[in-house]
């Protein structure tokens, strides 16, 4: 019995493992390069040059790889890749990279992606996330692991998500997130720590008041950030999980909420 629907239309040069599944009237460009166990369901189109890993479901009415919505993309031949094991619900669009982002938009490993989701061209996902219905990145966004993107959260271009961060509800958020931040709010503000997350991914009470101290550092403390680094710099001698502060500052490109 053919895994894949009498109605889809596959194109000849697209390359998908044996064992992969394609829904009714699913369409699969040539330059799609699909894994194994990876279930495709009906009325999606897989385009591009897209390339899924292993063990990933596509649910109904998903666009996956089409053109970036980029007034400056012509056409370039440029990339979507996802990675193993995501689950990525109804009608969520992916968009491909372009030239001036480096030509890649790239989504990690067990994430879970639920239905209407937006990710647009060029953004870069880790692992472990949740995005929530409705939820939209722009252009250049990244993502770290084990961040948590409520319902409807809109993500500016550029902006740089924390590891561990959580996105309320609704938030409009126009700054980069730094780890284990939670904010909330039509113009988002950091509100604490993702206490609850933290607990999830088996951080130990200690674990926790060390990162809720950085947290103090870089909001309660009234240093100056080149102060409030240093401050950061001397715990994470001691306490690994506050480096991460650490390289959110030296590396993110865009302001960030305060």
């Known amino acids: 019995m053919s895994l894949i629907h009498e109605t889809a239309l596959v194109d000849p040069a697209a390359k998908l493992a044996d064992d992969v599944e394609v829904g009714a009237f699913s369409i699969i460009g040539p330059k799609v390069t699909i894994g194994e166990g990876s279930r495709i369901g009906p009325h999606v189109v897989v385009t591009g ?39 990525i619900r109804e009608l969520c669009t992916f968009s491909r990279g372009t030239v001036q982002g480096g030509g890649k938009t790239i989504i990690g490993n067990n994430n879970w992606i639920m239905a209407c989701v937006h990710i647009a061209h060029d953004c870069i996902l880790g692992d472990n996330i949740i995005m929530a219905n409705n939820a939209s990145l722009a252009g250049h966004v990244s993502v770290g692991d084990w961040a948590i993107l409520s319902g409807y959260a809109l993500i500016h271009q550029f902006c740089h998500v924390g590891e561990h961060s959580f996105t309320s509800f609704a938030s409009h958020v126009n700054q ?7 904010v909330s709010g039509e113009k988002a503000r950091a509100k604490g720590i993702n206490t609850e997350g933290l607990k999830r991914r088996g951080y130990s009470p200690e674990q926790i008041q060390q990162v809720r101290r ?22 994470a001698e001691e306490h690994e999980e506050v480096r991460p502060w650490i390289e959110f500052l030296d590396t993110t490109e865009k302001s960030f909420i305060r």
């Open 214 to 235: 950085a947290y103090k550092v870089l909001y309660r403390s009234g240093l100056r950030l080149e102060e409030a680094r240093g401050r950061l710099e001397e715990m």
């Open 176 to 182: 980069s997130i730094p780890p284990y931040v939670t």
């Open 49 to 87: 040059r897209t390339t899924i890993g292993k063990d990933n479901r596509i649910f109904q009415f998903a666009s996956i790889g089409e053109e970036p919505q980029d007034k400056k993309y012509d056409g370039e031949d440029t990339e979507l890749i996802i990675g193993d094991n995501n689950s």
